[in-house]
């Protein structure tokens, strides 16, 4: 059975996960890249990410094209911004048909919103499995529990 992991990271938290996750399945990988460069620090950073969601805003994605036919389970990685998917994720779903794939969802955040996120993913690409989801506050700031959580839960999703 053919998997992708495909994702965003902005501070790196979502990019442990989803190299977690495709090691643990042996998925193939790819990190979504864009030429819009959101701040990194301070109220800026959460005001451009806040208005790039609220705006529907779908950056250019840098990625060369993918053939996502060729798998059967796609596993989307984000970081919640405003209750929603980040805007690169967007981007992906907006040029990518994903229909009658098995899908699951992984998410970071640093205080919640996940459960919002994850339902405005499984609105955007309808007719789909969904096969699993699971968030995580700030996964990188105390590895060896998320390491342990999230290998559980990619070796789930094959059941």
């Not at 979502?14 to 959101?38: R, V």
Request: charged residues 20%; positive net charge.
């Amino acid at each position: 059975m053919s998997t992708l992991v495909i994702y965003f990271s902005f501070n790196g938290n979502t990019k442990y996960l989803a190299d977690t996750i495709a090691d643990t399945i042996s998925a193939d990988s790819i990190e979504l890249k864009t030429s819009k460069q959101y701040p990194t620090e301070g109220l800026k950073k959460f005001l451009w990410g806040g208005k790039s969601v609220l705006f529907g805003e779908e950056p250019a994605l840098l990625n060369a094209p993918m053939d996502v036919n060729k798998y059967e389970t796609i596993i989307i990685g984000t970081p919640v911004w405003a209750g929603s998917f980040a805007p690169p994720v967007k981007s992906f779903l907006s040029q990518y048909n994903l229909h009658g794939k098995r899908i699951a969802l992984f998410a970071s955040h640093g205080g919640g919103g996940a459960e919002k996120c994850f339902a405005k993913l499984k609105k955007a690409i309808p007719d789909n499995e969904f096969i699993g989801e699971i968030a995580f506050v700030d996964p990188k700031k105390n590895p060896k529990d998320n390491s342990a959580k999230v290998i559980a839960w990619a070796k789930s999703l094959s059941n």
